[in-house]
């Protein structure tokens, strides 16, 4: 097994300030973005210059003791990892006294991001999904912000069921129309997932709640062309933690499949899903083994089984956290390692692991520093190479990385 192991910032250290990158930069390149505040990654997505929109939520204090803030941090690059431009949502001055807008919403978290297009493919926004947390009542509001394609707020809206949601997914609606899902916090009694659709303004037609025990959700939502519905996570009932499929009809509460998908006395959780063939594939984590591995199946539409297998070594822990499909047909799968002195530099590591379309490993590669690097998102690249968001820790700082590999998951 190819492993790389990455020292000492391969040289990116000016990233850092988050300056625009040097335009001789080459084909793989580690870029490092922090504003002084622990930045977690939450979410990437192609753009239709070449170029990657990142979402991430911030840590705002202004000093120690200070009650921190969480922001929405959208930070735009060009084909290179070079800085175009990054706002946070609220904004604020720079002395952190004065927030803008001067609402009474404490905290915002973003959970997902997708490009907005015209006719042509041409980026004109995006829209960012996650949640807030408000000072008169302290609950999680389901939040939207649709930006223009310079990161200029159009629209935003919170919205309130009579129970606590994050926002975890959006996806577009053949109608035009934003199909947006959550997650109920802390709610064991009432329905544990709300989905909902919104016009273009933001304003709800309808919206859905579902039950079926305790779940978790991957940050992707499908709307298909005959409006039906699918989403996938992780729904535990007793002691039994299996991986949950549900595909629904629009505007109803009714589902056409709500599925536990797993083995008898094995825990298995979906993180992420995606498209694939004509289902779907999703990867995740599963103990079968004794310790943690990753955990890849392949779906029909229907949520029917036609695939499942697990990657990892003994006595090592690994997690399966994005999974993407590769422009060969293959699979992409990005996953996290707890890693020692043989196996890599200390704490977790990203692991990619290539497949092909019977889930055979073409390749593997396990890269990271001496901290823990969690991986958020994974984009198989035109180019046949591929890109990551994840968050490690720089100067005591969390900090986004975005890396690109060449087709072998390498970095030169």
Avoid at 38 to 47: E, F, G, K, L
Avoid at 116 to 130: M, R, W
Avoid at 228 to 245: A, E, L
Avoid at 282 to 293: M, Q, R
């Amino acid at each position: 097994m190819n492993r790389v192991i990455l020292f000492a910032f391969l040289g990116c250290l000016g990233c850092l300030g988050e300056k625009k990158t040097d335009p001789g930069t080459p084909s793989t390149f580690v870029k490092y973005f922090n504003g002084g505040f622990n930045d977690v990654a939450q979410d990437i997505q192609p753009t239709s210059d070449g170029g990657y929109i990142l979402l991430a939520t911030t840590e705002v204090k202004p000093n120690e003791v200070a009650e921190a803030r969480f922001k929405l941090k959208l930070i735009k690059t060009d084909a290179f990892g070079g800085l175009m431009w990054q706002k946070t949502y609220p904004g604020f001055d720079p002395d952190l006294t004065k927030e803008i807008p001067d609402d009474d919403s404490i905290s915002f978290r973003g959970r997902s991001v997708m490009v907005l297009k015209d006719e042509s493919g041409t980026d004109t926004g995006y829209i960012v999904v996650g949640d807030s947390i408000h000072k008169k009542h302290p609950v999680s509001y389901l939040h939207i912000m649709v930006t223009d394609e310079n990161g200029d707020t159009r629209l935003s809206r919170n919205i309130k069921p009579s129970f606590a949601v994050q926002g975890k997914a959006v996806a577009m609606a053949p109608n035009g129309n934003f199909v947006v899902l959550g997650a109920a916090v802390n709610k064991e009694t009432i329905p544990n997932i709300f989905l909902a659709e919104l016009s273009p303004d933001l304003q709800m037609t309808w919206g859905r709640t579902y039950g079926a025990g305790a779940s978790t959700l991957a940050n992707r939502l499908f709307v298909k062309p005959d409006n039906s519905i699918y989403w996938s996570g992780t729904v535990t009932r007793g002691n039994d933690t299996d991986i949950r499929f549900i595909k629904t009809p629009p505007d109803s509460e009714n589902t056409d499949a709500d599925l536990k998908i797993g083995a008898p006395g094995v825990n298995e959780a979906g993180n992420d899903i995606c498209n694939y063939g004509f289902g779907f594939a999703v990867i995740g984590t599963t103990d079968a083994s004794g310790d943690d591995d990753i955990l890849f199946k392949r779906l029909t539409s229907e949520g029917g089984e036609l695939e499942s297998k697990s990657y990892g070594f003994p006595n090592q822990a690994e997690n399966g956290l994005a999974i993407a499909q590769a422009r060969d047909g293959g699979l992409i799968l990005l996953g996290a390692v707890d890693t020692n002195v043989d196996a890599g530099r200390g704490g977790k590591d990203y692991f990619l692991i290539k497949i092909n379309a019977f889930g055979d490993t073409e390749w593997t590669q396990i890269f990271g520093s001496k901290n823990d690097d969690l991986g958020a998102g994974i984009i198989a690249n035109k180019d046949g190479s591929y890109t990551i968001l994840g968050t490690t820790i720089f100067g005591g700082l969390k900090t986004l990385a975005l890396i690109k590999t060449d087709n072998l998951g390498r970095i030169e």
